[in-house]
């Protein structure tokens, strides 16, 4: 009861001690998502980035990431606006890093005007990577044969079902790229001179946090609380940013408890996409052994 009235009360008349917003980013980055399976995205995190970066006592924001990457335009537009907000309201932003800050994990934490990782972290990995199969052996063997029709020649690329061809790959390293520099200008405009001069540091390696520390990748070793009481004082708190719920609860989008003939359908195809989906990132993770 007593905390629920001191809401209420004006700051300058509570306790001197000081509340350091913290917002949580943590899983794959892409877009779409279900409640089964949330993901980062600009359209997940942008409520909760907006809620924390709105407390005008704060004189920071610490975001606690950890995120093995995933689609690089998410990753710059949740960078972007970090970095909007932090101009807009005059606040120095603390990445604190988890398991991983990778690939797009790693773009995310520059937004970070000083980025802090356990010394075991997983850190960098500032490349490009596209995926796929090639099935034309299995076609074959099983004598399906695959008919495409297009108005364009360059409709069609990287069929994973017709035979593979130089040019189209040679068109999807440009535009791989084309990325890869995007990245690359990033990091060297937020880290600077801090960043070692090292042939591997922008050739999608990954190091430690022992390692990225010496290479400038981030600037200290250590925990949020630990690190922000050092900065603030011993009576900083931290205050989780959840995101805005209604009166009575908010209802999680595409979830229905009843089970029904005219929701099965649709309850199933997102059990099979969200099992796909799990396989993937689960993926990506291991390929940071995580």
């Known amino acids: 009861m007593l905390g629920l009235l001191t809401r209420f009360v004006p700051r300058r008349f509570r306790s001197q001690s000081l509340e350091i917003p913290v917002v949580r980013l943590h899983g ?16 997940s995190v942008a409520s909760v980035l907006e809620k924390a970066f709105s407390d005008k006592e704060a004189p ?3 975001i606690s990431l950890n995120s093995p990457g995933g689609s690089p335009v998410q990753s710059h537009l949740i960078y972007r ?3 909007d907000l932090a101009v807009e309201n005059n606040k120095k932003v603390y990445v604190f890093v988890e398991d991983i800050a990778a690939s797009g994990g790693y773009m995310i934490a520059t937004a970070g005007d000083e980025i802090h990782a356990d010394p075991s972290s997983i850190v960098g990995s500032i490349g490009v990577v596209s995926a796929t199969f090639g099935f034309t052996e299995l076609m074959k063997k ?17 069929d994973p079902f017709l035979p593979e061809k130089q040019d189209d790959v040679e068109r999807l390293k440009a535009l791989q790229q084309d990325v890869h520099q995007t990245f ?14 090292n042939p591997d540091l922008f050739t999608g390696q990954f190091w430690t946090g022992v390692r990225s520390l010496q290479l400038g990748l981030i600037d200290g070793l ?10 603030y004082g011993p009576k900083v708190k931290l205050k989780l940013i959840h995101a805005q719920r209604g009166l009575l609860g908010q209802k999680l989008p595409g979830v229905s408890l009843k089970l029904d003939e005219s929701n099965a359908a649709d309850i199933a195809a997102q059990l099979g996409h969200g099992l796909a989906a799990v396989a993937e990132e689960k993926t990506l993770w291991a390929r940071y052994g995580l």
């Open 28 to 43: 794959m980055i892409m877009s779409g998502g279900t409640p089964m399976r949330p993901v980062l995205s600009l359209a």
């Open 60 to 62: 920071a924001i610490a």
């Open 81 to 83: 606006r970090i970095r």
């Open 142 to 158: 099983i004598g399906v044969e695959r008919r495409v029709y297009t108005a364009g020649d360059n409709k069609v690329t990287l």
């Open 184 to 197: 690359i200008n990033l990091v060297k405009e937020r880290r600077g001179s801090r960043l070692a001069d």
């Open 222 to 231: 250590g925990d949020m609380r630990s690190v922000l009481r050092k900065q």
